[in-house]
């Protein structure tokens, strides 16, 4: 059926390294003054290379391996397990790799003479190297998983012992896609605290025990008050299992690839749908500080990374372009500087221990050199055939649905239902501009229409509530409103859309603490919120996305509500240039 009818330098090789094999002597610890948990003091003689495999493995969802490939499930299973109960001394332990994210905040695998902004996390948000700089940290979580798994499989004895030593050969970090109609809410096997696995049990046999579930929650093996966690275990919000994650996450991933052909501008996009999402998850996930030991955390970043190589595919030969470093600190990168296809990666080294910069993953194919791939980005294809093939998924998974007659009806080109040409139709959107330095930490808006509770639409960031940024800066992100107004039957016309968009068009603004604090718009003095649309043209059979006109601003939808723009304001938001400007 047509879519639009449905509209390493010797260490590359090594199976399992340890924390003691590569570091040597048992590590120092520093204790605070306060006399509160010891923060563990990273040595630094020797370095982990992010080396990758030396053969292509597919990263799969996380329901797709849970059901197709069970051997290689348990053994995800067994391996997460595994790298999770290492002493949060051993630097390649869950607790150490997930803190080079956020705390505790101090140097892994550099001296402590290499800290350039002290308090502050290696993570880059709100960055043009967001995409880049999680790729190498994946790779480096999927490596101590990969040889976890391969070295619990040489327990195995028996006639069933090569099967799952293959199996852990193939282990990979899976994603969550919680932009698909497949998989709007957690994976099952995430939200259940307890799972049954097959491990070597006495002589090596496989043998079937429950464990406590390695994905349901991280637990410390101490707490850690020093930077806000005095609990055993991650958590996560009181409505993240049952969320529909794909009703403000779908339309977003959508029109992040057809708004941006420019890697810069993408890469914001991507940020801003990846910040929904740790949103709506809660709990730790709200913070930079602890996200990363939630295990949601990595499959999550693996499906930003997954959408990433979907872009690189669909759009090659768009890369990095410098720009000015964004005014929010991490630990070894200056404040003040350009960041381009150079920009060192910190902490992450090659094994000829070099950093790794953006320029070695600026292609698709680059991340088949390092031993993965997608179903949507496969290996073995030209760079045309790739471009098409991942196109077609792009507009296969995240287009237009038609699921229903009206939907079909909102297309201006053809109401018949059985469309022939390309088809266009006006699609709405929101746009959020404001002052960085104004929102420390993480705020939440969320887009209604009517007095309903049903989302039409996000806007979120991400960061830590006690680190404001050092200078200005602005946070940019737009959400679509168009599946919406579609579900609400409400004609996409100007005509018919925006006095109707006037009336019942509301937001709500919220400081993600915990549980989250409503906060006035008052608070973000800045603050602009617009409605913008775009007439949008689909093409037949889904070999190229979908293609956008200038856009127009509709003033009426946000004039006088806190936070939007007015008639009268200078020219809106420079979002998307050029831009005309509607009255109504």
């Not at 869950?94 to 996390?121: C, F, L, R, T």
């Amino acid at each position: 059926m047509r879519w639009l009818d449905k509209l390493a330098a010797g260490l590359i090789g090594v199976v399992s390294l340890t924390s003691q094999s590569v570091y040597g002597a048992a590590l120092n610890t520093r204790s605070l003054q306060d006399g509160s948990s010891p923060l563990f003091k990273r040595q630094t003689p020797a370095f982990t290379p992010i080396r990758g495999f030396d053969r292509v493995v597919q990263r799969r969802s996380l329901n797709t391996l849970q059901n197709n490939f069970p051997d290689i499930f348990n053994m995800l299973i067994l391996a997460w397990d595994n790298v999770a109960r290492r002493a949060e001394s051993d630097l390649l332990s869950y607790y150490q790799i997930a803190g080079i994210h956020g705390a505790p905040y101090i140097p892994w695998q550099y001296p402590d003479n290499a800290i350039v902004n002290p308090e502050s996390a290696y993570c880059t948000h709100r960055s043009q190297l967001f995409l880049t700089w999680h790729r190498p940290y994946l790779l480096l979580f999927e490596q101590e998983l990969h040889d976890a798994a391969v070295s619990i499989a040489q327990d195995f004895t028996g006639p069933d012992a090569a099967r799952y030593q293959a199996a852990a050969n193939d282990v990979r970090v899976p994603y969550w896609d919680w932009a698909s109609i497949a998989e709007p809410t957690i994976p099952p096997a995430m939200r259940q605290s307890t799972i049954s696995v097959t491990r070597p049990g006495t002589g090596g046999a496989p043998t079937r025990v429950t464990i406590t579930n390695p994905l349901f929650a991280y637990r410390f093996l101490q707490r850690h008050p020093e930077f806000g966690i005095n609990r055993d275990t991650t958590i996560r919000g009181a409505t993240a299992s049952t969320f529909d994650f794909g009703s403000v996450t779908r339309a977003t991933t959508y029109n992040s690839f057809i708004q941006n052909t420019a890697f810069n501008a993408y890469s914001s996009a991507a940020e801003g749908a990846h910040n929904n999402v740790h949103g709506r998850l809660g709990g730790d996930m709200t913070t930079t500080v602890a996200a990363a030991f939630d295990p949601i955390f990595w499959l999550h970043h693996t499906n930003v990374d997954r959408l990433s190589a979907m872009f690189q595919a669909i759009r090659p030969g768009q890369y990095l372009t410098p720009v000015a470093r964004p005014p929010i600190p991490t630990l070894q990168l200056p404040i003040l500087g350009t960041d381009n296809l150079q920009t060192p990666l910190y902490p992450f080294r090659n094994p000829n221990a070099q950093e790794w910069t953006s320029d070695q993953i600026k292609d698709a194919p680059d991340i088949f050199t390092y031993g993965y791939s997608y179903p949507e980005v496969p290996p073995g294809r030209t760079t045309s055939d790739l471009q098409t093939f991942t196109t077609q998924e792009m507009n296969r998974l995240y287009g237009p649905s038609f699921s229903s007659d009206f939907e079909v009806a909102s297309f201006a080109a053809d109401t018949s239902g059985a469309p022939q040409t390309a088809l266009a139709r006006r699609e709405y959107s929101v746009n959020v501009l404001f002052e960085t330095v104004e929102a420390p930490g993480s705020i939440r808006i969320s887009f209604y229409l009517g007095s309903g509770t049903d989302l039409v639409g996000q806007v979120s960031t991400l960061g830590n509530a006690n680190m404001r940024p050092s200078g200005n800066g602005l946070t940019n992100y737009t959400s679509p409103l168009t599946t919406g107004l579609v579900e609400k039957q409400v004609a996409l016309k100007a005509e018919d859309a925006v006095p109707y968009l006037s009336r019942e068009l509301r937001w709500e603004i919220e400081q993600l603490t915990d549980p989250a604090r409503p906060i006035p718009a008052s608070q973000i003095p800045s603050l602009q919120i617009a409605v913008v649309s775009s007439i949008v043209t689909y093409i037949e059979g889904g070999t190229e996305l979908p293609r956008l006109s200038d856009t127009v601003t509709h003033f009426a939808p946000t004039a006088g509500k806190d936070g939007g723009i007015e008639l009268q304001a200078p020219p809106p938001i420079g979002i998307k240039a050029p831009a005309s400007l509607d009255p109504n």
